[in-house]
């Protein structure tokens, strides 16, 4: 018989999980799963269960994640970290859930389960940070600076009662500590020096529950991220940020975007990064770089 490990967050996404998992697991035993479920109970414990799955041994023939972005992120770095070229599904059950929203993963829990067992395994990039001293996976997003703080220090239960809402109070609360790094951005023979309130380098469509953030015609699957950083402006000019960074106008001076498959960022200062919105930790230089096709992740078999 065929098994299938279900790594899943009971406490993400309000908890939604326990009106669902009885149905979820009847979803995967239809389709001839014997379901191994396992609960996450605190940090690197989905990353400690993908990570002890040998796939030659069939101690399972799929992982399918529940949760949010940091909890498929957990999985999706444990399947790296013991190279078993093994096939992934998601069900979300997070707050922003961009990875979902990227790969047009149902938020629907029961259809999103559905498509997992009917989908198609295609292979999706995904990103690595390099510093002098180790090296950490992510899924879609690397970040610094403005708001980059905000899904880490909101609170699960904050984030439960509240939603969305939740990191907007936390992002407005915030407002008064934010400063510029000073950086030089180095990708492709190019270099940018200057001082920078955020940047990001992306492989998704969404990124905050905010569409569009990185730019038109953006691939999962080209090797590429696009990257988007926001300049320090002077305060008679933070009007005209707040209008550019609202309206996406990625032609703006205070906007430097291109697209790469490897920078490196040297800072003056500790940079402090976050990875898919949990902590990465802080660099005074780093290089990151997207992994083509890395993972094998199962999508809707109309999904390119």
Known sequence: MKRLLFIYN??????LIRQHLFDIIDIFSEYGYDVIAHPTR??????????????EKNSADIIVANGGDGTLGEVIKGVMSSGAQIPLGYIPAGTMNDFAASHNIPLNMNEAARMVMTGTAKRFDIGRL??????????????????????????????????????????????GSIKPFHLTVSHDGETETDDFLFGMAANATSVGGMKGVTGDNVSLVDGIFECVFVRAVPPSQIAALINTVINLDFDSPYIYSFKTAKLTIKSETPLPFTLDGERGGE????????????ISLIVSEHNE
């Open 130 to 175: 390099d510093t002098a001293q180790t090296y950490e996976y992510f899924t879609y997003v690397a970040a610094f600076g403005a708001f980059t703080n905000v899904s880490y220090e909101t609170s699960q239960q904050m984030k439960n009662i509240f939603g969305v809402f939740a990191y907007m109070m936390k992002g407005v609360s915030s407002l």
């Open 283 to 294: 660099h005074d230089i780093l290089t990151i770089e997207c992994i083509k096709e890395a």
């Open 42 to 55: 605190g940090a690197l414990d989905a990353f400690n269960a993908a990570e002890s799955v040998d796939f």
């Open 10 to 15: 009971p406490t993400a996404g309000r908890g």
